[in-house]
């Protein structure tokens, strides 16, 4: 499926980037994505729907061992709730994370790992957004972006949602717009600069040659970085 933002050339590059590490991904990567599959059916089962949207090292297919797993939850609030998931008016965010980080992550992995919610979306909301269709809504923002640059788990579950938005050229519009905010976001979540740089050395140990035209690539988004955070990378 299109992503929405996936013409912009910011996000153009970083998928671009994307890619091409996800080429050499690490076995440690692999088997948390296998986790989490595994995780959404068992979370499924106990009675939620839940996808994730990964970003750091996930998404890049850069996992080590020591590795957090950072993700975005999608829910679907208690209630029919649809406003911001928070923990006044919803205990499922809660009931979700402490299953994952009591139970499943120590049944089900040899080695545990830290997990951390980077962001929650409740389902209900986004339901409720679309139809409102204002391009100044957050919630919508922050769906099209995570869409456009993160690595899915039980892509299913989003996709009804996903197609709607895309169904509407000029919401899609009106977020493009919006686009560039995003970024400072970015910065709060993850160093990710730091990260390909971090990411290239281990390409590097294991004797891989980044293309010349890949290296520009990460230096014009290290730039464009820059430019839009100032020096706080
Ligand atoms: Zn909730």
């Known amino acids: 499926m299109i992503n929405p933002f996936s013409f912009h050339p910011v996000i153009e590059d970083y998928n671009i980037i994307k890619r091409y590490f996800r080429e050499y991904e690490t076995a440690h990567s692999k088997s948390r994505m296998r986790d989490f599959r595994r995780f959404a059916r068992l979370i499924a089962d106990a009675?939620?729907?839940v996808a994730f949207d990964f970003v750091g090292s996930v998404n890049f297919g850069q996992a080590d061992t020591n590795s957090d797993v950072d993700f975005v939850l999608y829910l679907a609030c208690e209630n029919?709730?649809?406003?911001?998931?928070?923990?006044?008016?919803?205990?499922?965010?809660?009931?979700?994370?402490?299953?994952?980080?009591?139970?499943?992550?120590?049944e089900y992995s040899t080695l545990p790992y830290e997990i951390q919610v980077v962001d929650c979306l409740?389902?209900?909301?986004?339901?409720?957004?679309?139809?409102?269709?204002?391009?100044?809504?957050?919630?919508?923002?922050?769906f099209a972006f995570y869409r456009s640059i993160c690595r899915c788990v039980n892509a299913r579950v989003l996709k009804p949602y996903q197609e709607r938005?895309?169904?509407?050229?000029?919401?899609?519009?009106?977020?493009?717009?919006e686009l560039n905010a995003v970024f400072d976001g970015l910065n709060r979540w993850s160093p990710h600069s730091l990260s390909?740089?971090?990411?290239?050395?281990?390409?590097?140990?294991?004797?891989?040659?980044?293309?010349?035209?890949?290296?520009?690539?990460?230096?014009?988004?290290?730039?464009?970085?820059?430019?839009?955070?100032?020096?706080?990378?």
Do not use: W
């Open 165 to 177: 938005l895309m169904q509407n050229p000029q919401l899609v519009e009106g977020l493009t717009s």
């Open 47 to 49: 009675g939620y729907v």
């Open 196 to 233: 390909f740089s971090k990411y290239r050395s281990r390409l590097t140990d294991l004797g891989v040659r980044i293309p010349d035209s890949m290296l520009q690539k990460i230096r014009s988004h290290l730039d464009f970085g820059k430019d839009q955070m100032g020096d706080g990378i």
């Open 122 to 142: 409740n389902l209900h909301l986004l339901d409720q957004e679309l139809d409102r269709g204002d391009p100044m809504s957050p919630a919508l923002f922050r």
């Open 80 to 106: 029919n709730y649809k406003g911001e998931c928070d923990k006044t008016h919803c205990q499922t965010r809660y009931q979700i994370e402490n299953l994952l980080m009591r139970t499943l992550i120590h």
